[in-house]
């Protein structure tokens, strides 16, 4: 297994775009988890999924923001009408059922809204 | 609320000059406190998980220990590949809530 993958790894795009990233979590794992990273914080948490049910999401994703995980296996995170402060990092991350084995996160996929 | 707080936010080193990064936490049933590296656009890079208090773990120059409301990363001897930001995070209701990292810089 190569590990979590997300694409694409850069995407600019202008305000009021809508946007759409992928997530292909490890296989044999069961959580995935999507946070958002912007430059001198921590990643923030948005939503995460056991198979293909959603089962969190924060209060600070806004109805722009949906994500799906068809099938439980790779994921989607869409953000509608983009606007500039949608600008960040995104990351995804996969586990066994309450993080057994621990959370492995991809490489992010950086979103630059002009 | 569940709450992770870390310090210093940036830190700067000479080659060889040993130190501590805190990460001081407030959560309701602590499963897990976790310990990332983070280098410039890429994801977070395990390092640890901690269970209990008491707890330590070691990879290279790098020990990490847990109490009942923080953990410590002692670096021993760092070098310039060391530089990177490092996370700390704690496991809650099945994710992870995460600090605001700190940027530590090692100079040769």
């Known amino acids: 297994d190569t590990g979590v993958s997300q694409n694409p790894r850069h995407k600019i795009t202008k305000r009021g775009q809508n946007v759409t990233f992928r997530c292909d979590p490890i296989s044999e794992h069961n959580r995935l988890y999507w946070y958002r990273q912007t430059l001198g914080q921590g990643p923030e948490f948005l939503t995460y999924f056991q198979n293909e049910a959603q089962l969190e999401k924060s209060r600070l994703l806004s109805d722009r923001f949906s994500a799906e995980r068809p099938k439980g296996s790779f994921s989607t995170l869409e953000i509608q009408r983009t606007e500039q402060g949608d600008s960040a990092m995104y990351l995804c991350a996969s586990s066994l059922d309450f993080g057994l084995g621990g959370y492995t996160f991809g490489s992010g996929t950086r979103l630059t809204v002009v | 609320e569940d709450q992770v707080t870390q310090s210093p936010e940036a830190l700067r080193l000479q080659e060889g000059e040993s130190s501590s990064l805190n990460c001081s936490y407030t959560?309701?049933?602590?499963?897990?406190l976790f310990w990332y590296r983070q280098d410039p656009g890429k994801g977070p890079e395990f390092l640890f998980t901690?269970?209990?208090a008491g707890e330590e773990k070691e990879k290279e120059r790098l020990k990490a220990t847990l109490t009942k409301k923080e953990s410590f990363l002692h670096i021993t001897a760092p070098k310039p590949e060391d530089s990177a930001t490092y996370l700390c995070a704690v496991q809650a209701w099945g994710k992870l809530i995460f600090g605001q990292g700190t940027t530590l810089q090692v100079k040769p």
């Open positions: 901690l269970y209990s």
């Open positions: 959560v309701s049933g602590l499963r897990g």
